[in-house]
């Protein structure tokens, strides 16, 4: 069996826990064998047809009170009592915050290697293989894993979904054992900025803006002009949100969050090799940039040499007619 971790918010599956399940599923598919799907929280039982029409062929919902929130802890001790139970033969995360930070601390549980972040995934020689980008991003890394089971993070945005089936499998119910004092952070409160967009690791389109957005009060345009596509989002330079300018959860990079959208649009962002870490990946990018030797030019399918307080109108202008 091939395990996927299903993370949900609010009551809804990620999409790029589908991806990843999508994924899972063709390669399971080369190798004979089945998929199941983990689900770790209270009251998720309204997702088995979602899920099932993706791939799984069995569900286990592991289910505690104390895992309502998310805990890192907590999750990775429920994974791990179920991966003792099932012995699968590999395991799949979405590379979101939550599973970039799950992921590597389950591997740890069970003391077995970890491929992160990768872009592709095939089979050889009756082996999964995993390609990752190094060195930010500048070269990829193809490897296997000799522990089992395998465990790696998917990228967002880079593995196609598979067309839904009506489908049924199995659902499992799991009331997971949390020792005392197992869970050491406890969720207090969640936060939401007001008018929250969509997350930027899982938007087909970025509007993404840097220190050339000259002030906190411009990203105003930004957010104005991503309104006007669908599933779309605002990202940032790093230098934007140390300035304050937009909250971290926006960042783009290294130090941020790795994005491949079908469109990433930077507006005066120079392209520092940390910012095109997390987003050189994106299958088609625009720049936008006064300056004509900004390094974010040498990786843009589209440049303008410009004024992008003239650009961004402009830009709007047009869209309004197209969506009209």
């Given at each position: ?100 930070d799950l992921a590597p601390r389950l591997a740890a549980k069970l003391g077995v290697a970890l491929a992160s972040d990768c872009t592709k995934v095939a089979v050889k020689d009756g082996k999964l293989e995993f390609t ?47 020792p005392p004092g197992a869970i050491k952070g406890q969720v207090a409160e969640l936060l939401k900025e007001k008018g929250e967009e ?127």
């Amino acid at each position: 069996m091939f395990l996927v971790f299903i993370e949900t918010r609010e009551g809804k599956v990620k999409k790029s826990s589908l991806e990843a399940l999508s994924e899972t599923k063709r390669r399971a598919g080369e190798l004979g064998s089945d998929v199941g799907a983990a689900l770790v929280g209270t009251g998720l039982e309204c997702l088995n047809p979602e899920i099932f029409s993706f791939g799984a062929s069995q569900i286990f919902l592991l289910e505690n009170e104390q895992l309502a929130p998310y805990s890192s802890q907590g999750y990775a001790t429920a994974l791990h009592e179920l991966v003792k139970e099932v012995n699968p033969k590999a395991i799949f995360f979405a590379a979101t915050a939550m599973g970039r930070d799950l992921a590597p601390r389950l591997a740890a549980k069970l003391g077995v290697a970890l491929a992160s972040d990768c872009t592709k995934v095939a089979v050889k020689d009756g082996k999964l293989e995993f390609t990752r980008p190094v060195y930010a991003g500048k070269a990829f890394l193809t490897l296997t894993l000799k522990s089992m089971p395998q465990i790696a993070t998917l990228r967002p945005n880079v593995f196609p979904l598979v067309e839904p089936q009506n489908a049924v499998g199995e659902v499992r119910k799991k009331e997971v054992t949390i020792p005392p004092g197992a869970i050491k952070g406890q969720v207090a409160e969640l936060l939401k900025e007001k008018g929250e967009e969509i997350d930027v690791t899982e938007a087909d389109i970025i509007v993404s803006g840097g220190r050339g957005m000259k002030g906190p009060e411009n990203f105003a345009l930004l957010k104005e002009l991503a309104a006007l596509i669908p599933r779309s989002a605002v990202g940032a330079s790093r230098s934007a949100v140390d300035s304050g300018w937009i909250g971290h959860q926006h960042q783009v990079g290294q130090t941020g969050k790795t994005v491949s959208p079908n469109l990433y649009m930077a507006f005066g962002i120079s392209g520092a090799i940390q910012h095109l870490a997390g987003m050189s990946s994106s299958k088609h990018i625009v720049a936008v940039n006064k300056d004509p030797e900004a390094p974010i030019f040498k990786v843009a399918d589209y440049g303008i040499v410009g004024d992008l307080f003239q650009v961004i109108p402009a830009l709007k202008a047009e869209l309004k007619k197209l969506f009209e």
